[in-house]
């Protein structure tokens, strides 16, 4: 169990440029969700997946963004046209759904920043 | 819509002694899971303890425990013998069983806890 893995931890980019960030869930989880977190907030839910699912996208995920996960491993979320309101941490998480005590597993997050 | 509030921006406590953070959630729902988790400076959230909202027995996990009052939605987390290693953000999490809202975890804003030597 090498927990939750995310690349980049730091992106810096220039308003209307695309970025995209990867997301290496816990081999086994079948559960994975992506989160956005501002300075003096708590994490946002954005979207999720089960599998290779993409099941629920929350309103904040304008059209400019975008999830995949292939094959149900790892995931990517792509922003388009990046904005400046666009910086944030972005917090992926996994879980196995089924257990009684299931538990939400966290990366250490991407820090973008748009300037 | 569910909601969680954490009144506390930040928290200071001396090493060794005990400190509560406060949670307070809105619901309607009967049965549900709360959640502590903690981001130390490093950013990977962690998670610290959870409780069953049917279980009327407060959730303890070593030096970490909560006071969970159904009726006040209220679910508060006591900290005994604080470490400087305890120093973190620390939020409150809400999670519905029911299965079209099972997937969405809603968290607080946060409470920092500073430990001091």
């Known amino acids: 169990d090498t927990g939750v893995s995310q690349d980049p931890r730091h992106k810096i980019t220039k308003r209307g440029q695309n970025v995209t960030f990867r997301c290496d869930p816990i081999s086994e989880h079948n559960r994975l969700y992506w989160y956005r977190q501002t300075l003096g907030q708590g994490p946002e839910f954005l979207t999720y997946f089960q599998n290779e699912a993409q099941l629920e996208k929350s309103r904040l995920l304008s059209d400019r963004f975008s999830a995949e996960r292939p094959k149900g491993s790892f995931s990517t979320l792509e922003i388009q046209r990046t904005e400046q309101g666009d910086s944030a941490m972005y917090l992926c998480?996994?879980?196995?759904?089924?257990?009684?005590?299931?538990?939400?597993?966290f990366g250490s997050g991407t820090q973008l920043s748009v300037l | 819509a569910q909601t969680v509030t954490q009144s506390q921006p930040e928290m200071s406590v001396q090493e060794a002694e005990t400190v509560t953070l406060s949670c307070t959630y809105d619901t309607s729902e009967s049965d549900y899971y709360l959640f502590w988790y903690k981001q130390p400076p490093s950013r990977q959230m962690i998670l610290v303890i959870r409780?069953?909202?049917?279980?009327?027995q407060n959730a303890t996990e070593n030096r970490f425990s909560v006071n969970f009052q159904k009726a006040a939605k209220s679910f508060s987390l006591k900290i005994s013998d604080s470490q400087l290693g305890d120093a973190a953000m620390y939020f409150c999490?809400?999670?519905?069983?029911?299965?079209?809202?099972?997937?969405?975890?809603?968290f607080g804003t946060g409470t920092r806890l500073k430990v001091l030597a």
């Open positions: 999490a809400y999670r519905s069983v029911r299965v079209e809202g099972a997937y969405k975890y809603i």
């Open positions: 409780q069953e909202a049917y279980k009327q």
């Open positions: 998480a996994s879980s196995l759904v089924g257990l009684a005590n299931e538990k939400l597993f």
